[in-house]
């Protein structure tokens, strides 16, 4: 039973990418444990070298989307910003649809005044989609006895693979008790598909956030206890998703609890639960995504770890406080 579930997902995920129906960009939960995929503005902004490992597994009971992400950055005084690299793996369709990214980032700062910054960041990525037409099953390979063992006579397309050069761009302002963002990517549309033409639409992204103390204790230059409000919109095409959180920081402890609604319906909510020791040069984090939309949560919603590591800092870098944004 198990086994032809799988099939009929592949099928109907197979018409999926047969239709016009355009593709969308792979998400995580933890938007800010993986800030150069949230926003390109971003590269830098720790002033140290950091490094991002980010992993995601949605519906894991049926293996349908597998998510990985690694990304390194760092501020040079001599680039006036910071330099960022990112790449990215996505499996859909228990493998059968895969997209591989790699991309080179570049944030300008500028600091207007001593309280308040600007960020200014581009992004060039270089994508390849694949289709794994072998791992499709069709009805005609069924054999009574033995299983899917005859040739199908369904026909696949002309290319498996596209290469495309995609572009993006992206700017922050922040101050100590607040920041906004808000980030272009996909300028250039590319045409993924391997059918009938489908170019990736346009996506926008809209994220605001504040630093609220609960304590004037201070630790390691930090608020001891802070609560950090914050919104992620988010649209592409057809679709958009609105993501309201709280997160709170707490010594080395970091938690929170958001929800994500989509087009016309709630999609989860989010429970998240980090370490992020203010003396230690890493922070971890583990997040949920509880389904409560239509879908349910029978294929056991999403699970996502994120991990960062922070290099030892120059020790010539320009003083300019980071943006104090929630730490997942």
């Given at each position: 039973m198990l086994n032809r579930g799988k099939t009929l997902f592949q099928l109907?995920?197979?018409f999926c990418i047969a239709s016009t129906v355009k593709a969308q960009d792979p998400h995580f939960s933890q938007y800010y444990a993986n800030p150069l995929y949230l926003n390109p503005a971003f590269a830098g902004v720790a002033r140290c070298p950091k490094v991002h490992l980010n992993y995601r597994s949605q519906?894991?009971?049926?293996?349908?989307?597998?998510?990985?992400?690694?990304s390194y950055d760092q501020y040079f005084d001599a680039l006036k910003g910071g330099l960022g690299f990112l790449v990215l793996r996505d499996e859909a369709g228990d493998g059968v649809l895969n997209l591989t990214e790699i991309g080179a980032v570049y944030?300008?700062?500028?600091?207007?005044?001593?309280?308040?910054?600007?960020?200014a960041g581009f992004q060039a990525n270089f994508r390849q989609r694949t289709l794994e037409w072998g791992n499709f099953r069709f009805p005609d390979m069924i054999d009574p006895f033995f299983g899917f063992v005859r040739p199908t006579e369904e026909v696949g397309p002309d290319r498996v693979q596209n290469n495309h050069v995609d572009l993006s761009i992206g700017f922050i302002g922040y101050s100590e008790a607040?920041?906004?963002?808000?980030?272009?990517?996909?300028l250039t549309q590319p045409d993924e598909s391997f059918f009938v033409e489908s170019r990736l639409p346009f996506k926008l992204t809209i994220h605001s956030g504040a630093n609220i103390p609960i304590s004037r204790r201070r630790l390691y230059g930090e608020y001891q206890s802070v609560l950090i409000p914050n919104i992620v919109f988010q649209?592409?095409?057809?679709?958009?998703?609105?993501?309201?959180?709280?997160?709170?920081?707490?010594?080395?402890?970091?938690?929170?609890?958001?929800l994500r609604h989509g087009n016309s319906n709630p999609d989860a909510l989010v429970i998240l639960l980090g370490l992020a020791p203010a003396e230690m040069p890493w922070r971890i984090g583990y997040s949920y995504d509880y389904t409560i939309s239509r879908l349910t949560n029978a294929l056991g919603g999403a699970h996502?770890?994120?991990?960062?590591?922070?290099?030892?800092?120059?020790?010539?870098?320009?003083?300019i406080e980071p943006v104090r944004c929630p730490k997942f």
């Open positions: 109907l995920f197979f519906y894991p009971l049926g293996n349908v989307y597998q998510t990985f992400s690694a944030s300008y700062h500028l600091q207007v005044s001593r309280k308040f910054s600007i960020l607040f920041y906004v963002g808000i980030a272009g990517h996909h649209n592409q095409g057809t679709f958009w998703s609105f993501f309201g959180g709280l997160s709170f920081n707490y010594s080395a402890i970091t938690g929170g609890l958001g996502e770890i994120s991990l960062m590591y922070q290099f030892a800092c120059p020790k010539k870098v320009k003083k």
